[in-house]
C-alpha cells in the first residue's frame, strides 16, 4: 500500500492512499491546482482516481471538492451527515450531485482492490469519522480532528503499517496565543482537536513491530510548530517495548503546504 500527505494542517488538508491497481484521494480541503501537484508527485493524475474519501464537512477537508468533481466526476464517500454538509455548503458550486454517496459512520466496503473502514470521532461537526485503509495484509489510517478518544478507537487503529495522527496543538502555545476565548474553548473541548501529548499517548498504544510510518499531522500554524510536536511526540514514546529510536517508525511531520513523502508498506 501507498500513503502520501499532499498538505496537512489546519488551513487544508488532503491525502493519498493507493495500490498498484487502486488510488484514492482523502479529504480535499486545498486548492484543485495544489490537489493535481500532490498527485503527480505520486505520479497519479485525478483521471486515475477510483474514489474521493471525506472525513467531515469543514472547509479545511472540502473546500477545492467542487472544482475537482466538475473536471473529473469521481465518486466522492461521506457519512450520511457528511454529505449534508456538503450539499449543504454552497461555496463549492453547481456540480453533479448523483457523485456523492453516502456511508454508514462504521461501515466497511471496498473500492477496487482496497477495503475502506470509517470510525466515528469526537470532533464538531455533522458525522466526523476516521478512515483505515487495508489492502492484503497491509493496513494504513488517517485520523485527524478529534478532541479525545477512546479504546474503541485504538481498537480500530490498531496493527497499522502507517499511519497519520493528529498532533495540532501545544496547550500552553493556545493558553496564551492570539485566538478568542471561545475558539480556544472549542479546541480544547471534546469535540476540538489533539493536543501533542494527547497524540504521543494515542500512538503509544498503536506501536507495533511492523509500524514504518507515523506522521503528525493536521498541526495548527498559531498554537504549534513542527519542533515542538515531533519532540513532544518523541517523548510520550520512550521507553517503548519496540525500539529507542523513534526514527525505527519513521516519526515525522507532515508538511503544511507540501506533499510529504510517499510511502509503501
Known sequence: ??????????????????????????????????????????????????????????????????????????????????????????????????????????????????????????????DPVCFSFTSGDRKVAVATDMGVFDDSIVDFLQECDAMVIEANHDVRMLEVGPYPYMLKRRILGDRGHLCNEASGYLIRQLLNEHLKYIALGHLSDKNNYAELAFETVKQELLGNPYTEDVRDFGLCVAPRYDTGELIEV
Open 1 to 126: 500500500m501507498k500513503l502520501m500527505t499532499i498538505a496537512s494542517g489546519s488551513s487544508g488538508n488532503s491525502c493519498f492512499i493507493g495500490t498498484d491497481r487502486t488510488s484514492l484521494l482523502l479529504d480535499t480541503g486545498i486548492s484543485l491546482k495544489n490537489i493535481e501537484k500532490g498527485l503527480a508527485d505520486a505520479e497519479i493524475s485525478p483521471k486515475d482516481l477510483d474514489g474521493v474519501l471525506i472525513t467531515h464537512e469543514h472547509s479545511d477537508h472540502i473546500k477545492g471538492l467542487g472544482v475537482l468533481l466538475r473536471k473529473y466526476n469521481i465518486p466522492v464517500y461521506g457519512t450520511y451527515g457528511t454529505i449534508d454538509g456538503i450539499m449543504a455548503t454552497k461555496s463549492l458550486g453547481v456540480y453533479d450531485y448523483n457523485l456523492l454517496s453516502p456511508i454508514k459512520n462504521e461501515e466497511e466496503f471496498e473500492i477496487g482492490d482496497i477495503r475502506v473502514a470509517a470510525h466515528p470521532v469526537s470532533h464538531d461537526a455533522n
